[in-house]
DNA sequence: GATCGATGCTAGCACCGCTAGACAAGCGAG
DNA sequence: CTCGCTTGTCTAGCGGTGCTAGCATCGATC
């Protein structure tokens, strides 16, 4: 029995060393340079062994998707609470978010951008995508105004910061500007 | 002197034919679809003939985007015209900016999503950009608030709206609540 | 110790963006 | 009218992609 125990354990670890290498290589050199091939040589298996784990690559990038969520559900969390009040724990948040698409590029992308064949947004949603909504929907519920759904309240905020986040970082919005615009944006749509 | 002159236009038509096959081929079956083989043989002409009229498939894109940009600024005056208040104005317009990216996504982007060697936000921006982002410009000056530089708030109204475009056609914002949520951000942003 | 299934490999498919070099068509000069 | 040359287009091919069929080898089991 110990023997395939420690099988299960060694194909884990290597499930975990492919999702890290492809993340590694994706923030470095960015997603059109994970290749199966790269990636193959990176675990040093060869290119089949990749199929043994994931159908293709595209369910590679949903691992790391999941991982991004749960890091980015991570990182809200911690800004949110360290702030005392509804609005500076939304300005916070925000300022997390952008934070992070900027410093994980390729993970944000995974997450938001790619198609990693993820379902959101449904009963089916796996939990990591479901608890970096909630992350969001937690600080983002005190601010929403009366009258208001939490829930679509979240998602315009929401979208207005992956608008920020994505057209700031491939040049469409002018350099330098970003904090006024997160200040502008945070100062519109929360009701405090 | 005629012969080239024929020549010279016979040339542009072909450029305009390819632009219009990429774009027709995309809007069809994705960008993916989009190769140099496929868009040969559309145009029934062979694939190095692409590349006497632009470096690659990157400047195919390019122009896809410029042609797709002065539509939408088209769409938008058009849309915001027709409404009698400011706060009418910009609804409309954002609907209509929502709706020219659910009826054409792939021009949509090629525009705002994808890599067409374009410079957005700078003194040699292609005027179709510059213009683009102008008749987002007209109608949200208006309602941008004192004291707010109206640049700004259109660059804030705009990511939100592209953020909206973009989570929602990928799936990734629920179904069905689109034009609550463009409501919901309209009625907060704007100043009227 | 032999057997046999699991496991990872080599090799190769069809496709990609892009380009070198052959070749033909059409032009101006003599 | 013919010759040479430019201009334009094509065929063929390079190195790369995601992915897979089929073989070989390793190791747990009887």
């Known amino acids: 029995m110990s023997v395939q125990e420690r099988k299960k354990r060694e194909r884990a670890d290597r499930e975990r060393l492919i999702v890290a290498a492809a993340r590694e290589i994706a923030e470095e050199h960015g997603w059109d340079a994970v290749t ?8 040093e298996y060869s290119q089949p062994v990749l199929y043994s784990h994931f159908r293709g690559k595209r369910e590679i990038i949903g691992a790391v998707a999941l991982e991004g969520a749960a890091e980015m559900a991570a990182a809200a969390r911690a800004a949110a609470s360290a702030a005392d009040t509804p609005r ?20 944000y992308d995974a997450v938001f951008r790619l198609d990693g064949g993820l379902v959101f947004a449904q009963e089916d949603t796996p939990e990591p995508l479901k608890d970096a909504f909630a992350s969001l ?15 679509l309240f979240t998602e315009v905020f929401w ?17 330098g500007d970003a904090e006024r615009r997160t200040q502008l944006l945070v100062d519109r749509l929360i009701m405090d």
């Open 36 to 43: 199966t091939r790269r990636l193959s040589e990176h675990i």
């Open 88 to 107: 500076a724990r939304v300005t916070a948040l925000a300022r997390a978010y952008l934070g992070f698409a900027e410093s994980n590029p390729a993970v």
């Open 137 to 151: 929907l937690d600080p983002l519920g005190e601010v929403a105004g009366d009258g208001i759904d939490p829930g």
């Open 159 to 175: 979208a207005s910061l992956h608008g920020l986040a994505t057209l700031g970082r491939s040049g469409r919005l002018p350099k």
